[in-house]
């Protein structure tokens, strides 16, 4: 998105765009390169083949077509280095969220990979990775507005998009409650390296280490 090679030195996990969605297969290799060499954990960050819309609406595939699409995206990614989870993008992540059936398939191609599920608490593709003994990674939103259910507030309304000093903020909030695992910053929202610097500062100053998503020897180690 323009500014990963100053936003990856300051995360512990990376989900990595497979070029469907946005980028190419060469901005996802030198991303995952950037990676290993950070030793900042890879993940894979499939999404719905339209680049017009940034993989953002629902595109409304068949059970056995989104399995197929998420595997040819997770495998190419997957080819240029390992991958510790599997996390899907836009309107592709809230259509595993919410069905069941999409949620099994995506499981499936995780597990085929080795890989862990990220989602939010008490959603499908948690549920999901239960069933498939897979990781469970619960994640929240340090950069979005919530919903009083725990969901995002639709980009479209005022405010939905939140500050360094909000991110950081709610990353403390969301941490602190002990039902989250990780907190994500998305990589085009705007001023999103210095909400990252913000969410570490602040994590800095309550004595709390972060670290990969499953711990480990990490990349290329």
Do not use: N
């Amino acid at each position: 998105m323009g500014a990963d090679a100053e936003l990856l030195p300051l995360l512990d996990s990376a989900s990595i765009c497979c070029g469907v969605h946005a980028g190419s297969a060469e901005l996802s290799r030198e991303a995952v390169r950037i990676a290993l060499e950070l030793r900042v954990e890879i993940g894979a960050h499939p999404g719905y083949d339209d680049r017009q819309r940034f993989g953002r609406e629902e595109l409304g595939l068949d059970a056995a077509a989104l399995e197929d699409l998420l595997r040819a995206q997770v495998g190419a990614l997957a080819a240029l280095a390992p991958i510790a989870f599997v996390k899907p993008h836009g309107a592709l992540y809230h259509r595993c969220q919410s069905d069941p059936e999409a949620a099994e398939r995506l499981a499936r191609v995780a597990a085929g990979f080795g890989a862990g599920l990220v989602g939010q608490p008490g959603r499908e593709i948690l549920r999901a990775a239960a069933r498939f003994g897979l990781p469970a990674i619960r994640e929240g939103y340090a950069d979005r507005a919530l919903l009083p259910d725990g969901s995002l507030t639709p980009r479209s309304q005022p405010g939905s998009l939140l500050g360094p000093a909000q991110a950081a903020e709610q990353a403390l909030r969301l941490l602190g409650s002990g039902e989250f695992d990780t907190v994500c910053l998305h990589g085009d929202s705007p001023g999103v390296v210095e909400a990252a610097r913000a969410v570490r500062a602040a994590l800095r100053g309550r004595g709390w280490r972060s670290g990969p998503l499953r711990p480990g020897p990490g990349p290329g180690g």
